[in-house]
């Protein structure tokens, strides 16, 4: 008799060999259905057992390619010895990493281009979160309050930004990327001193807690509503390690 985790492990074997037949396809036809329609053949995986892993094609082949490189960091991470390093430098090390896991631009600029699309527009910020969060989480991020937003939507800002740039950097090792990403995280880092100051100003605290709560937690229901994901695990296609 199949165990609910013996069947998973199949279907996340299944999954992982359709993806693997995909990626040879996408630099010429991009994360489409023609890849899907190639990946299904080249895989030997059953035409309807592949739609039912898959169901939207492309866009959910171009998702588990971004979640298996967010797998890839966060197993790295789990590894490297960051206990020296300073906050913000770990959170450089944890983007690099995850960058430099990806194996081929092409398959990255493909996905970009993909999700640049305004129907896909929302699946992208949540991959892009996705990152974030699992980045917080490999760095020890325990934080629950309105901390665990900010800290997530400053980071996909800043990763999203360095992915734009590494895209087009031609420099050597991509020497150009690292120094971009040292200046997004140096000016959040100035950010965070400013609110860390304001948190220890009476008046600030005073408005934050009165007259600007409401503004701040109509941010936080903003996030609620739209669903956006609280760890990996939420987002669709994902499932748990």
Do not use: C
Not at 5 to 29: R, Y
Not at 59 to 64: E, H, M, N, S, V
Not at 206 to 224: A, R
């Amino acid at each position: 008799m199949m165990t609910n985790e013996t069947q998973s492990t199949g279907t996340d074997a299944t999954k992982q060999a359709i993806l693997q037949a995909a990626l040879p396809h996408v630099a010429f036809d991009g994360w489409t259905e023609t890849t899907f329609r190639a990946a299904i053949t080249d895989s030997g995986v059953a035409d309807g057992l592949a739609r039912a892993l898959f169901p939207r094609g492309g866009i959910d082949l171009a998702l588990a390619f971004h979640h298996a490189g967010d797998d890839a960091m966060t197993d790295r991470l789990a590894t490297a010895n960051l206990g020296t390093y300073r906050y913000s430098d770990r959170v450089a090390f944890a983007i690099r990493t995850r960058l430099e896991l990806v194996g081929d631009k092409e398959l990255v600029r493909r996905g970009t281009t993909l999700f640049a699309l305004p129907q896909n527009a929302g699946e992208g910020a949540k991959a892009i979160w996705g990152t974030a969060d699992a980045i917080w989480r490999a760095l020890g991020d325990t934080s629950t309050d309105v901390n665990w937003y900010t800290k997530r939507a400053t980071l996909s800002g800043v990763y999203a930004a360095t992915v734009l740039f590494w895209l087009g950097d031609d420099s050597q090792n991509h020497s150009n990327t690292w120094e971009f990403l040292d200046r997004r995280i140096a000016n959040v880092m100035q950010i965070e001193k400013a609110k860390s100051a304001l948190r220890d100003n009476p008046v600030a605290n005073f408005l934050q807690n009165g007259p600007l709560s409401g503004p701040i937690q109509g941010v936080v229901n903003w996030m609620e509503k739209v669903k956006m994901p609280k760890r990996p695990d939420d987002l669709p296609g994902r499932t748990r390690r």
